[in-house]
Structure formats: structure tokens, C-alpha cells
């Protein structure tokens, strides 16, 4: 009799745990949410030293522009250098976020576009020149 019910233990444990999951804890695909998407954008797109640059992140999720995201800020650095400089993006509307700075130097640079919005954090990054 022990052998029979450690028996019906055993494959009562094993059609459990080979079960489909289609209780509410089962994820599907079409249940998530769509990846926040960020461009980043220089204009003039041919920068010169002590001249004003717009940069914007255009923030999409799907084909939808998100106007409401709950944090863009920009990270400058020079190529070389350890120094960085953070600031924060006004919002355009539209899915555009901008800032408006002025590079003193010329050479090669890096921004970061640190992005959250709808649950989601993204830190898309681009290489440019600041010329004489």
C-alpha cells in the first residue's frame, strides 16, 4: 500500500509540474508593452565652436510620439576627458525633447540621451565633431 501512494505522489507531482501555464501568471507576447524608442538629433548637424547647437531626443513607443515621458536629460562629454555635463531636457511636445548649448572647443564628443518613460529606461548615445 506505501509503494502505491508514494507512487501517486510521485506522478501526481510530475503531471503538475508539466502542466500548461494558462492562468493569469502566463505572459503573452501581445501583453507587452512596445520598447521606447530615442533619436537623437543635432542641428545644425555640422557644429561649430562657440555657435549654438539644438540637440533633441525624439522618444517613440511603437508609431505613437510619447509627450509625457517622466525624465530626458543630455550627457556631454569631450573625447579624452573624464569631465561630463548633464542637462536637462525641455519638453517640445510632439515626442521632442531639446537643449541648447554652445561647445567652446573643438573635437570629438559624445552624448548620451538618458530617456525614461512609460516604465522603460533607454541611454541611446552618438559621436560627434564640434568644428573650427
Known amino acids: ?47 561649430q565652436v562657440n555657435e549654438k547647437a539644438k540637440i533633441e531626443a525624439i522618444v517613440t513607443q511603437g508609431k505613437e510620439k510619447v509627450s509625457d515621458a517622466d525624465e530626458v536629460k543630455f550627457e556631454f562629454w569631450k573625447s579624452g576627458q573624464d569631465k561630463h555635463d548633464m ?30 518613460a512609460r516604465d522603460m529606461h533607454t541611454m541611446p548615445n552618438q559621436k560627434f565633431t564640434v568644428e573650427k
Open 1 to 47: 500500500m506505501k509503494k502505491i501512494m508514494i507512487g501517486l505522489a510521485v506522478l501526481l507531482g510530475l503531471l503538475a509540474g508539466c502542466s500548461n501555464q494558462s492562468g493569469s501568471n502566463a505572459t503573452n507576447s501581445s501583453d507587452m508593452p512596445q520598447e521606447v524608442k530615442v533619436a537623437i538629433k543635432l542641428v545644425p548637424e555640422n557644429i
Open 87 to 116: 542637462l536637462k531636457a525641455k519638453n517640445e511636445g510632439k515626442g521632442v525633447y531639446s537643449i541648447t548649448k554652445t561647445f567652446k572647443e573643438n573635437g570629438q564628443y559624445f552624448v548620451t540621451a538618458h530617456v525614461t
